[in-house]
């Protein structure tokens, strides 16, 4: 069964810092491209950005909000995802999911999301 | 970047009739080398995390009921939900992962009249 865990989330002042994580299990991780997806209160989803797997260049793509403030990265022995979110702002606060699909680019796995709260 | 719209915002249908969601893209989804169309469909309910419905703009995920099936190509798309159930009640959303970014139209809340 294909499980992914979000942890990491919390309140953060502005300008502030934050690590989230995500644990994968139930497939092989090494070959996944995975996602990070958040939703805003009272907002739509909107998707953070994305890693390719190694085999497959390892390469990030970011959305424009986030580009050069958050980093998406892997630690393929502990099957584990990273989201550095850095010089954090109140219009970075909601739930963020991890997503992801078996030989896909869909999202067809999600975790249950962990909540991230940027206020002073 | 391609911009998604869906429309209508939201939706209020009888139980048993049926709901129609669009999906417009601001340039094509379709892949000419694949020749598949790089939209899905995903279902939101509060305090779940999505749930993929339809993905290739067509196909039904593996256990999802086949009252709910997608169709069109290229820029425009439809979701439809046959005959809505009770448990139906939820904002649905179009993404394309045609190519980054990514990006999700702005959700469709369906509700029981």
């Known amino acids: 069964e294909v499980q992914l865990v979000e942890s990491g989330g919390g309140l953060v002042k502005p300008g502030g810092s934050l690590r989230l994580s995500c644990a994968a299990s139930g497939f092989t991780f090494r070959s996944a491209w995975m996602n990070w997806v958040r939703q805003a209160p009272g907002k739509g989803l909107e998707w953070v950005g994305r890693l390719k797997s190694v085999t497959d260049g390892g390469t990030t793509d970011y959305a424009a909000p986030v580009k050069g403030r958050f980093i998406i990265s892997r630690d393929d022995s502990k099957n584990t995802l990273y989201l550095q979110m850095n010089s954090l702002k109140t219009e970075d606060t909601g739930v963020y999911y991890c997503a992801t699909a078996i030989g896909r680019l869909d999202f067809g796995f999600w975790g249950q999301g962990t909540l991230v709260t940027v206020s002073s | 970047d391609i911009v998604m719209t869906q429309s209508p915002d939201s939706l209020a249908v009888s139980l048993g009739e049926r709901a129609t969601i669009n999906c417009k893209s601001s340039?094509?989804?379709?892949?000419?080398?694949?020749?598949?169309?790089?939209l899905a469909w995903y279902q939101h309910k509060p305090g779940q995390p999505p749930k993929l419905l339809i993905y290739w703009a067509s196909t039904r995920e593996s256990g999802v009921p086949d009252r709910f099936s997608g169709s069109g190509s290229g820029t425009d798309f439809t979701l439809t939900i046959s005959s809505l159930q009770a448990e139906d009640v939820a904002v649905y959303y179009c993404?394309?992962?045609?190519?980054?970014?990514?990006?999700f139209g702005g959700g469709t809340k369906v509700e029981i009249k």
């Open positions: 340039q094509s989804v379709f892949h000419s080398s694949t020749n598949k169309n790089y």
């Open positions: 993404q394309q992962y045609y190519g980054p970014p990514l990006t």
